[in-house]
């Protein structure tokens, strides 16, 4: 959700637990897939998902989506899906100025989720 700021870059990393949640796959979409600059990966070893990508031109602004995530449940409990904010897999998402120039991070509040996996119960 960019509102009317333009966006040039978005960078996202996230952490997961694998021994509750996989990820099947990730498939870019939305503006911003003209540049790559980490191609998107994940590994269900270690409870990771990586992708990168921008452009140069036309940056986009409001609210659009970056990539997908598809996943599925191998266990009961809870998985955190928490943004990794520390370098070198540092979340962020970079702007334009409006003037040509960059604006820098320009991420306001990346909000951390979870995923709960349990029994259902049908009534």
């Not at 979340?91 to 306001?108: E, K």
């Amino acid at each position: 959700q960019a509102g009317t700021q333009l966006v040039d870059l978005a960078e996202v990393h996230l952490n997961f637990n694998p021994a509750v949640i996989r990820v099947k796959s990730i498939t870019p979409t939305g503006p911003l897939t003209a540049l790559v600059l980490v191609p998107a990966s994940f590994d269900n070893i270690n409870g990771t998902i990586d992708y990168a990508a921008g452009v140069t031109t036309n940056f986009p602004s409001g609210t659009f989506n970056f990539v997908i995530i598809e996943c599925e449940a191998i266990a009961n409990g809870i998985s955190g899906l928490t943004f990794n904010k520390v370098f070198p897999r540092e979340t962020q998402v970079t702007g334009q100025n409006g003037s040509g120039g960059s604006a820098g991070n320009v991420i306001g509040n990346a909000v951390d989720g979870s995923v709960t996996v349990g029994s259902q119960i049908t009534c």
